[in-house]
């Protein structure tokens, strides 16, 4: 192609992006557009599906049945916001099998938070409240992205996101208004994810490589840091609400700003998960390769039954 031609291309690209006319699978795009699309979009989707691991592993025990009950359609929910994400991931001709393999094989990020154990019962209400409550600030910004699918497929997740942050929030505010030792649980979750749910945000933005282009192509709407803000603002009352105390020395309301002050994040810890070397890692990808492998014969059996079908129908 001329580059002139190409030029005009993405000028014409990026005035619908200012337009804020969504784009489509079929309609031209720079293929660097496509491409950090389809790394945050199938990072997303791991995400998702390896964020299931730590709380599945609470199903059996949780305590009651209606907890059961509710973790159950939270972990399904976030199944089903993994395959819609690869589905979506799919519009911008991204092969699934060799996606989900590049998250098998350990090359695909996926966020950082899922490398870290739930190890109370508390943690799966830490989880549902911190975790999913960082993931609805993000995923609500992205509801304005730039580019269709992925725009309209956070619609349908922050509805359920937000059930999932209300029953984590309920749960905690349960364990804090027990028995002291419920409450001491509680407050043990709480210093155990706060600064990991942090960390899902992502570097700060001057350390973020990838970020400026977002903006401008508006697939991000908010920043890193901004979204960390917003959040750290919406869930410190949060927590003062049930008792529990943020594990911050320096965490401290801004009248001058109108947000809190809060201490550095330790991006060392943060670089080290991110690089495999989290205290789950090898565990959640294990856990992924062997859910492949065990569920092979699942899909034998399926791609048997439709060719079977398939030959009747033409014979
Ligand atoms: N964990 C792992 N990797 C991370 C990370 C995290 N928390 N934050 C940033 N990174 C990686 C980025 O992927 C990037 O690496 P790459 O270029 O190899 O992909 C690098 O660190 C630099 O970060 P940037 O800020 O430059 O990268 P982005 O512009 O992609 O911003 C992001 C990072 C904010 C996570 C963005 O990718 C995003 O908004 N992703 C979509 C939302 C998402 O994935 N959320 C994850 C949680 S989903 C969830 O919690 C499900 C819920 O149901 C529980």
Known sequence: MRVLESVELEQKFQDKIDKEI????????????RKTLIRQMSQHAHSEVVGM????????RAPNLRRKAVLLAKVQDEAGH???LYSATETL?????????DLHSGKAKYSSIFNY?????????????????????????????SYGPYARAMVKICKEESFHQRQGYELLTTLANGSPEQKQLAQEALNRFWWPALMMFGPNDDESPNSAQSMKWKIKRLSNDELRQNFIDATVP????????????????NEETGHYDFSPIN??????????????NKQRVDARRKAKENGLWVREAAMAFAEKRASRKSA
């Open 22 to 33: 969504k784009i489509e699978p079929n309609d031209w795009m720079p293929d660097a557009y």
């Open 267 to 280: 991006w060392d810890e943060f670089w080290q998960v991110v690089g495999g070397n989290g205290p789950c």
């Open 93 to 101: 001709g991204a092969d699934r099998e060799a996606t989900i393999d």
């Open 82 to 84: 993994g395959l819609y």
């Open 238 to 253: 949060q927590a003062e609400l049930i008792g529990l105390k943020v594990p911050d020395p320096n965490l401290k309301w």
């Open 53 to 60: 691991l730590p709380e599945a592993n609470w199903i059996t």
């Open 117 to 145: 154990p739930a190890v109370s019962w508390a943690d799966i209400g830490a989880i549902g409240w911190l975790v999913d409550g960082a993931a609805i600030m993000n995923q609500v910004a992205l509801c304005r992205c």
